[in-house]
């Protein structure tokens, strides 16, 4: 019944930009705080960036200064503006809703960064 729906991966050159979207359908309340995550090829799927519900935002180490999450509470949405992208932030990323009653994933996007 619910889904969180993802847009914006792709290929890119290092140094580049993309921003991603996740918007959730169906019936999804009480949402405690939204994130970001990706898994790398023989990797954990690993945190990248989280936003609360007060707007306090919180990111792994190696996309502090480059990465960007945002949300829209309307639109039940968040976003991650990505920049000066680096060869080792390819992998398949991935939108996350936590609620009361449980976690919400995306179908997960890629990003690939290569020359």
């Known amino acids: 019944q619910v889904q969180l729906v993802e847009s914006g991966g792709g290929l890119v050159q290092p140094g580049g930009s993309l921003r991603l979207s996740c918007a959730a359908s169906?019936?999804?309340?009480?949402?405690?705080?939204m994130g970001w995550y990706r898994q790398a090829p023989g990797k954990e799927r690993e945190l990248v960036a989280v936003?609360?519900?007060?707007?306090?935002?919180n990111y792994a180490d190696s996309v502090k200064g480059r990465f960007t999450i945002s949300k829209d509470n309307a639109k039940k949405a968040v976003y991650l503006q990505m920049t000066s992208l680096k060869p080792e932030d390819t992998a398949v990323y991935y939108c996350?809703?936590?609620?009361?009653?449980?976690?919400?994933w995306g179908q997960g996007t890629q990003v690939t960064v290569s020359s």
């Open positions: 169906g019936s999804i309340f009480s949402i405690n705080h």
């Open positions: 936003i609360t519900n007060g707007g306090t935002t």
């Open positions: 996350n809703m936590n609620t009361w009653s449980g976690d919400y």
